[in-house]
């Protein structure tokens, strides 16, 4: 009996799941197949529709990053299992907190809900350094402000550079997210207007790839704020 845990993007999960070459294709009746990426329910059903018979699809998608996984820190969202299922705590525990919240589905659904809020905590932060950029003020002052609020946590994870992350997975995730809906501009308008800044900051500078520290620093102001040296 066996268990499979995969963490790919979500565009990802097709390729490493399905066809011949995938996951699926060589696991043995009674695995079972965890998926701890940030996806939809759309794609957990997708990957669930494709199992051989007796194969299990859990989704397990993870709060936390680089740094919490170094400390065994993460919590896993669980949906799908029953509570008497304890193979999948026990492998899961070994990085972190298990949390079984429902149905098959429910792990992404819950790990999205909460990806709403930090996106716009994310884009937020950019966005208040574009008005500074704008005022002519200057960062280090606005970010020691926003430490004084209810932004403190946002804001020291921004900073934090032991909790690396390509600005890149940041903005995928938040392509994720609007995939889960049918009118993100209508639905989730908040989401669409913060995955569109994040982009920005992603591509705004042709062969610089952002780290999510950027999201603090001039490397990701609008181009007009850019100093020549800013990537150097």
Not at 183 to 200: F, H, K, M, V, Y
Request: charged content about 25%; proline content about 6%; glycine content about 8%.
């Amino acid at each position: 009996m066996s268990i499979v845990l995969g963490l790919v993007m979500s565009d990802d999960i097709p390729e490493a799941y399905l066809g011949d070459t995938g996951i699926l294709a060589a696991a043995d009746p009674e695995t079972l197949v965890l998926v701890g990426s940030t996806t939809t329910p759309q794609m957990i059903e997708q990957v669930h529709a494709a199992a051989p018979a007796g194969v299990r699809v859990l989704d397990t998608p993870m709060i936390g990053g680089v740094r919490p996984a170094r400390e065994a820190a993460l919590t896993f969202l669980v949906g799908g299992a029953h509570e008497e299922d304890r193979r999948v705590e026990d492998v899961l525990s070994v990085l972190g907190k298990v949390r079984f919240v429902g149905e098959r589905g429910s792990g992404v659904a819950y790990k999205l809900i909460t990806t709403v809020a930090i996106m716009a905590a994310e884009a937020g932060i950019r966005e208040a350094l574009d008005l500074a950029d704008i005022l002519g003020k200057d960062y280090r002052v606005a970010l020691d402000l926003m430490t004084a609020g209810p932004l403190a946590a946002v804001v020291a994870r921004a900073l934090d550079t032991t909790n690396p992350r390509p600005l890149r997975r940041s903005a995928e995730d938040d392509d994720a997210l609007l995939s889960a809906v049918e009118s993100p501009r209508t639905d989730l308008p908040i989401s669409a207007a913060g995955a569109q800044r994040l982009w920005e900051a992603v591509t705004g500078t042709p062969g610089f790839a952002p780290d999510f520290v950027d999201l603090t620093r001039k490397t990701t102001a609008r181009p007009v704020y850019q100093p020549a040296e800013a990537t150097s």
